[in-house]
DNA sequence: TTGTGGTTTCAAAATAAATTGAAATAGGTA
DNA sequence: TACCTATTTCAATTTATTTTGAAACCACAA
């Protein structure tokens, strides 16, 4: 296979394309990033992330701030829950979310 | 309804639900973030996007380092580029991809 | 206990995204 | 022109994610 000359040079110096691959993060790492990226992949975790980053809240102030049914906002939760952006600790009746260390790093 | 008290002033604080929803980013803002999120949510275009920040790449030799059919990969290739995270110049009969200022930002 | 508010779980249906292989395009060459 | 290589596009299929509504769960209070 023919390689173009503009980047031939600059890939060889680099080790060939198996000394580009063996800069890449290990596959792990990427299977991870990109899970969290699907977290967010979704405009209304973007948004529930956003506002638990304000402020800790309660599922039911949650819900009142972004209108949806209940089991809608639960499975939301639980995918930002899953990869840990976010945590939920009971207290009394009720679940209170708030982000984690590793969820305010993704503020919009 | 009923509100936690362990938040309850600090939700005040902010003033009410609708002060703390008033301190989200816009709309818009958010939507966009989530399709960059969404681009990035495959560990497929992940590694790509990598490949590309190491080094710009012709199709030919990124699918030489990711083994795919042509199709598919140009479909990724695709999303990448959609939301500005990939460039693709032409040069001769190759079109050659690199990372934007903006994909750069997303390094694994 | 029974009831109630807050939240999750579950399975079915709806929607969206990824994969495939064949056909099309585009630039360059014989 | 006709042809070749690199890449994209398209439509059909497969797979994954999201939405829904009903039922279950859980902590607390009457």
Redesign the pocket.
Known sequence: ????DIIKKDVEKKGGLEGIINLLAVEDKIIQKSKIH??L??P??MKILNLLIIQP???????EAID????????????L?ECGLIE?K????????HATKLGKEYKV
Chains 1, 2 share one sequence.
């Open positions: 296979m023919e390689v173009p699907h977290a992949s979704d209304l975790r809240l309660c599922v039911c102030l949650i819900k949806m049914p209940d089991s809608k906002l639960s499975y939301h939760l639980s995918v829950k939920g009971r207290r009394r009746n009720w679940i209170i979310y």
